[in-house]
T-cell receptor, first 113, second 117 residues
Framework: QQQVKQSPQSLIVQKGGISIINCAYENTAFDYFPWYQQFPGKGPALLIAIRPDVSEKKEGRFTISFNKSAKQFSLHIMDSQPGDSATYFCAASHSGSARQLTFGSGTQLTVLP | EAGVAQSPRYKIIEKRQSVAFWCNPISGHATLYWYQQILGQGPKLLIQFQNNGVVDDSQLPKDRFSAERLKGVDSTLKIQPAKLEDSAVYLC???????????????FGPGTRLTVT
């Protein structure tokens, strides 16, 4: 019940296109859903996060869509750029677990020039 | 503001040897985490500290792994003896969780890539 399932495993998008990565969770206690971006040889960096009291959060070209009833959330990258090529991880946490993050398995995004 | 520092960045050891990793969290962050990231997978929590106390070490293989956070700042993670399956990136993260305010965002260091041969 602590799992977060992420898809797809890999994604190839043309420059300027929209990249969409999906995550699903089972534990209804989760109340914080961040997305992390990781470049090779670097640690994960917090990209954007959402709480379940809103259905969408946008920061620049990055948008999280959240569907509480379906227990799903997704990351949309608009106008994808080659510099966005990285591995993206969704995660979830709740206060009852001391805010420990449960990560998805990751999506390797490649944006073609 | 300086980020989370980790050293060494890379380490190659033979199985049954011991190894230690060091982490210096962001100044003022009460909570520190160690994660193991196996190639192609998401980070998996090993241990969580708040100040110098252990919050959760249920995922730490205690027969070979140990960690400490003396004085509630820097932390070390040790593996003794190492196995082939310990080859992974070991990530340290810190968070303001436990200090004043509601911010519990986690900030990661660059990690230590361990190869066990």
């Amino acid at each position: 019940q602590q799992q977060v399932k992420q898809s797809p495993q890999s994604l190839i998008v043309q420059k300027g296109g929209i990249s969409i990565i999906n995550c699903a969770y089972e534990n209804t206690a989760f109340d914080y859903f961040p997305w992390y971006q990781q470049f090779p040889g670097k640690g994960p960096a917090l990209l954007i996060a959402i709480r379940p009291d809103v259905s969408e959060k946008k920061e620049g070209r990055f948008t999280i869509s959240f569907n509480k009833s379906a227990k799903q959330f997704s990351l949309h990258i608009m106008d994808s750029q080659p510099g966005d090529s990285a591995t993206y991880f969704c995660a979830a946490s709740h206060s009852g677990s001391a805010r420990q993050l449960t990560f998805g398995s990751g999506t390797q995004l490649t944006v073609l020039p | 503001e300086a980020g989370v520092a980790q050293s060494p960045r890379y380490k190659i050891i033979e199985k049954r040897q011991s190894v230690a990793f060091w982490c210096n969290p962001i100044s003022g962050h009460a909570t520190l985490y160690w994660y193991q990231q196996i190639l192609g997978q998401g980070p998996k929590l090993l241990i969580q500290f708040q100040n110098n106390g252990v919050v959760d070490d249920s995922q730490l293989p205690k027969d070979r792994f140990s960690a400490e956070r003396l004085k509630g700042v820097d932390s070390t993670l040790k593996i003794q003896p190492a196995k082939l399956e310990d080859s992974a990136v070991y990530l340290c993260a810190s968070s303001p969780l436990g200090t004043s305010g509601r911010n519990h965002e986690q900030y990661f260091g660059p990690g230590t890539r361990l190869t066990v041969t």
